[in-house]
């Protein structure tokens, strides 16, 4: 299976071939969860193979992820338009609550007895 030229993104190997370029392509169609920092390394990837590439149609694949990444970032563009400032107040708290549940260690393993 031929691979891509390795990625100078940190953590951008992550599309080594033209099955990893599909299901890529499959997860922006479909919608599937994804944060600003994987879309950002995402977007940088696909640069890269656009840029180092010679196959036209993964040019177009690649080009066709992008074109589906920017659809996901007006779409969410527009919602926070229309929110009002007591919904876009809620909106960000509910963000803010996620990031810190993402960033709390599970306390496994911790010294520090529970209450204190």
Same mark, same amino acid.
Do not use: G, Y
């Given at each position: 299976m031929r691979r891509f030229p390795p990625s100078k993104v940190p953590g951008g190997d992550f599309i080594e071939t033209k099955a990893d370029l599909r *299901?890529?392509?499959r997860s922006l169609k479909e919608?599937?969860?994804?944060?600003?920092?994987?879309?950002?390394?995402?977007?940088?990837?696909?640069?890269? $193979? $656009?840029?180092?590439?010679?196959?036209?149609?993964?040019?177009?694949?690649? $080009?066709?992820? *992008?074109?589906?990444?920017?659809? $996901?970032?007006?779409?969410?563009?527009?919602?926070?338009?229309?929110?009002?400032?007591?919904?876009?107040?809620?909106?960000?708290?509910?963000r803010l609550t996620i990031i810190q549940q993402r960033e709390q260690p599970l306390g496994i393993g911790s010294s520090t007895p529970p209450g204190k």
């Open positions: *299901m890529v392509a919608r599937w969860p994804t944060s600003d920092t994987q879309r950002r390394k995402i977007l940088k990837r696909l640069l890269e $193979i $656009i840029d180092l590439n010679d196959d036209p149609k993964v040019t177009v694949n690649a $080009i066709r992820c *992008m074109a589906a990444l920017d659809k $996901i970032n007006l779409d969410q563009q527009r919602m926070l338009e229309k929110l009002t400032i007591e919904e876009l107040k809620t909106e960000l708290l509910n």
